[in-house]
């Protein structure tokens, strides 16, 4: 191993020079380690891990940075968003997958973070996309539109998922192929992740199904998943039946329209919804509010 400062046996020399000050830290201060563009909206990023935070996969906490100083007092505050966490429970460090919003008052800052810098996390994680909220069952649908594929990163990554179930079917929606990028090169990575496949199991990847589709941009499959649903299109293109609450639990994360749609449909198929204090068949969470 190479010394950090300077050859092994050197002694430094003593001087009396005053400490460095340190830097002044933000509350809740975690440190950005790596961050990826995907398109002009979209983006993540990973931040160091408090020793003490523990989560369950799915669940979101809320992150931020400091708001600008009070014209009058001088005093700043955080500003601060609920974030999907899209790491494991499992990892050494923290990702997050967002959304650039060009006048949102986060993200217009928080999409020009950069390794080193720090961004503010409060360590109290929550949320219902979580295997305890679901009784168990055959076969793990998980919809997502948009960001809200993020707490699904999370689930995916976790050897619970393929413990549980015999088939975990993930759809992914959105309006542009570049959109779905970091769903799919995730899929990719968990297929050939050989720390996941020695834990739980070489074939695990056989029981991912990965089934995404655009609306506004030409891709292999087209349309709103909802539509295909109604149609019987997906159940045709995976080659399974349509859900059914004896074997069939799902989780939806997407912009209200859509998860208010889909709810309606896994009701129409017998699913009721569950929670943290009364597990049932499928969960839902927002993506944004709005
Ligand atoms: C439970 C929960 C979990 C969330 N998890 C995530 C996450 O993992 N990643 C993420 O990017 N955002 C997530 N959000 C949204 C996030 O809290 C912020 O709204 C987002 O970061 C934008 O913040 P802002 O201050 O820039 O703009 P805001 O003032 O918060 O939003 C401005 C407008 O931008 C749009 N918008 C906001 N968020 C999104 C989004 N994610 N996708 C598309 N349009 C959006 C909406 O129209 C909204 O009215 C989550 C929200 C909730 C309620
Ligand atoms: N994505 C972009 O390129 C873009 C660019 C600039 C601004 N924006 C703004 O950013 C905000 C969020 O956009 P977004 O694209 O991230 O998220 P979004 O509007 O939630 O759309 C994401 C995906 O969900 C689909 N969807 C929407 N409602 C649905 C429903 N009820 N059932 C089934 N599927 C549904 C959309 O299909 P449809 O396409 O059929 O609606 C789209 O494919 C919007 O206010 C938008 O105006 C988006």
Redo the contacts with the bound molecule.
């Keep these: 191993m190479q010394p950090v400062n300077g050859p092994m046996n050197e002694i430094s020399p003593v001087t009396d020079a005053a400490p460095i000050k340190p830097v002044p830290t933000l509350p809740d201060a975690q440190t950005v380690t790596q961050v990826t563009h995907w398109t002009d ?1 979209l983006f993540s990023f990973r931040v160091t891990r408090p020793a003490s935070l523990r989560f369950r996969s799915g669940e979101f906490v809320m992150i931020g940075l400091m708001g600008d100083p009070n014209p009058e007092t001088g005093k700043q505050k955080p500003l601060l968003r609920a974030y999907s966490i899209a790491s494991p429970s499992w990892d050494d460090e923290l990702e997050f997958y967002s ?1 650039k ?1 060009q006048d949102g008052p986060l993200t217009s800052r928080l999409q020009h973070i950069e390794p080193g810098d720090q961004i503010i996390l409060r360590p109290k994680p929550v949320g219902t996309l979580v295997h305890d909220a679901l009784l168990p069952g055959k076969r793990l649908w998980l919809f997502a ?4 594929f993020a707490p699904f990163a999370s689930l995916l990554r976790d050897p619970q998922t393929y413990d549980d179930y015999d088939e975990v079917i993930i759809t992914h ?4 192929v570049g ?1 779905l990028t970091y769903g799919a090169k995730l899929i990719e990575s968990i297929r050939a992740d050989e720390m996941l496949a020695e834990l739980i199991g070489e074939g695990f990847a056989d029981k991912l199904r990965y089934y995404p ?4 941009e030409e891709s292999p499959k087209m349309g ?4 295909l649903m109604r149609s019987g299109e997906v159940f045709a293109d995976l080659g399974v039946p349509p859900l059914c609450p004896e074997t069939d639990r799902a989780m939806i994360c ?2 209200l ?2 998860n ?3 709810k309606d449909l896994l009701e129409s198929y017998g699913l009721e919804e569950g929670a943290n204090s009364k597990p049932a068949h499928y969960v839902v969470e927002k ?2 509010l ?1």
Excluded at 213 to 216: F, I, L, V
């Design positions: 909206r959304i919003v539109t948009g960001t809200g929606t959105c309006r542009e959109e589709t655009t609306t506004r709103r998943i909802t539509d997407g912009n329209a859509f208010l749609e889909l993506a944004f709005d």
